[in-house]
C-alpha cells in the first residue's frame, strides 16, 4: 500500500506539517528535522504523489524547453545540460519544437501554462509581440530565454557572447589577409545573430578600409545556408572568406561551395559558430567559435528554479558565457599581413 504524509510524520516524530515543508524543501525546517524526515521517508519507501502535490501549489514538477529546430545539433546539446540539471533536481524536461514558426511557438507557449509547467526555457525564434510579452509576464511563471528580445525586456536569459563571437571571426579572417570577407546570416530579428553580426562588421570597419564585407539574411539552417551560398557565389564571386551565423548553415554553404566547384579552404575560407561535434568530423573540418552549449543549458534549468523558489517579486538573471575560437582546417592564409594591403574602395552592399 501506498506510504501517506501522516505515516511520515509519524515515524519521524513530527507534525503532517513539518514533515510536508521538510519533503517539499520549503524554507523554514531545521536542518536536523529535515534529515529526520528525510530518512523516515526512506525507511518507509515513501514516493510522493506530484499529480496530488500540483493541485495544492497550482505547479508541476516538469519544464518546458521550447526550441527552434530540432534538427539542429546545437540544440540537443542546449537539451543534455537543461536534463541533467533538471534531473538533478527532481523535474522532468517536456520538449517542444516550434520549428522555426512563431505562431507554433507560441500555440506551445500557451500549451505549458495551461499544464501549469514550473517555468520555460525557450529560444524565440521572432520577436516576441508585446501583448505576448504581457502574456507571458502575468503568467506567474518564471521565463528563461537562449534569445532575448532586442531592448529592454523582463525577462532572464542565458547566451554566449555573441557579439565577441563575431568579433573574433571578423578578426581572424582579416589577420589571414583576406579583404573581401561575407557574412551569411538568419533574420533581421535574431537578437543573437544580430549580435553576431554587429561584431563580425565592427572587425571589419576596425580593419580601416583594408576590408569589407556583405551581409546576405536568410534562413539559418542547413537549407538556408546551401541556398545563401549560391546566391553569394553567383553575385559575389570575388569574396575570398565567409562567417556563417552558426555551423549548421555552413554545413549547407559546404555543399553550395563543393556543387559550384568552389575548394573549401582554397578558393573560399570559412568560420562557423557554436563548434557542433560534427564540426570536427566533416571534411575539411570546420574553423569555428565554441559556445558551451551543454552550460547554457544547465545554468538556464538552474536559473529557472532559483526564480520559481523565490519569495516575493522575482528579479531577472542575465547570464552571458564567454566564448572562443576553435581552429581547424577550413581557413587559409592568402597574404603576408605584415605588408601594409591597399585600402579598398569599393563598398559591398550589406543587404
Do not use: W
Not at 561535434?277 to 573540418?285: A, K, R, T, W
Amino acid at each position: 500500500m501506498k506510504v501517506t504524509l501522516r505515516e511520515i510524520a509519524k515515524e519521524a516524530g513530527v507534525n503532517i506539517s513539518t514533515a510536508s515543508r521538510a519533503l517539499t524543501g520549503i524554507y523554514g525546517v531545521h536542518k536536523a528535522t529535515r534529515e529526520k524526515v528525510l530518512g523516515a521517508a526512506k525507511r518507509l519507501n515513501y514516493r510522493p504523489n506530484l499529480m496530488a502535490r500540483s493541485l495544492v501549489t497550482g505547479k508541476s514538477h516538469t519544464i518546458g524547453l521550447l526550441i527552434s529546430d530540432i534538427r539542429n545539433p546545437y540544440f540537443a546539446e542546449i537539451a543534455r545540460g537543461a536534463e541533467d540539471a533538471a534531473f538533478a533536481a527532481s523535474f522532468d524536461i517536456i520538449l517542444c519544437n516550434s520549428d522555426l514558426d512563431p505562431d507554433k511557438q507560441f500555440r506551445y507557449v500557451r500549451s505549458l501554462l495551461e499544464k501549469n509547467v514550473a517555468g520555460i526555457l525557450m529560444n524565440s525564434v521572432a520577436t516576441l509581440t508585446p501583448e505576448q510579452r504581457a502574456e507571458l509576464a502575468n503568467s506567474g511563471v518564471p521565463v528563461v530565454l537562449f534569445n532575448p528580445p532586442m531592448g529592454k525586456h523582463s525577462f532572464s536569459t542565458v547566451v554566449a557572447d555573441n557579439y565577441q563571437g563575431g568579433r573574433l571571426a571578423g578578426e581572424y579572417l582579416i589577420g589571414l589577409g583576406h579583404c573581401r570577407l561575407a557574412h551569411l546570416t538568419g533574420r533581421r530579428n535574431h537578437s543573437n545573430l544580430v549580435e553576431r553580426c554587429r561584431g563580425f562588421l565592427d572587425a571589419v570597419d576596425a580593419a580601416g578600409g583594408l576590408a569589407n564585407a556583405v551581409v546576405i539574411h536568410g534562413d539559418h539552417s542547413y537549407r538556408g545556408g546551401y541556398e545563401l551560398g549560391r546566391k553569394l557565389f553567383e553575385q559575389h564571386p570575388e569574396v575570398t572568406a565567409i562567417f556563417a551565423a552558426n555551423d549548421v548553415l555552413a554545413f549547407g554553404l559546404v555543399q553550395a561551395a563543393a556543387e559550384m566547384g568552389k575548394s573549401i579552404p582554397h578558393d573560399i575560407s570559412l568560420v562557423g559558430f557554436d563548434n557542433l561535434e560534427v564540426s570536427g568530423l566533416i571534411h575539411p573540418p570546420l574553423t569555428t567559435i565554441h559556445q558551451p552549449k551543454y552550460e547554457i543549458g544547465q545554468a538556464a534549468v538552474e536559473s529557472l528554479l532559483r526564480q520559481a523558489r523565490a519569495v516575493g517579486p522575482r528579479v531577472p538573471e542575465q547570464r552571458v558565457f564567454g566564448v572562443r575560437l576553435e581552429e581547424r582546417a577550413s581557413c587559409r592564409r592568402i597574404a603576408n599581413v605584415s605588408q601594409e594591403r591597399p585600402e579598398i574602395k569599393a563598398e559591398f552592399p550589406r543587404v
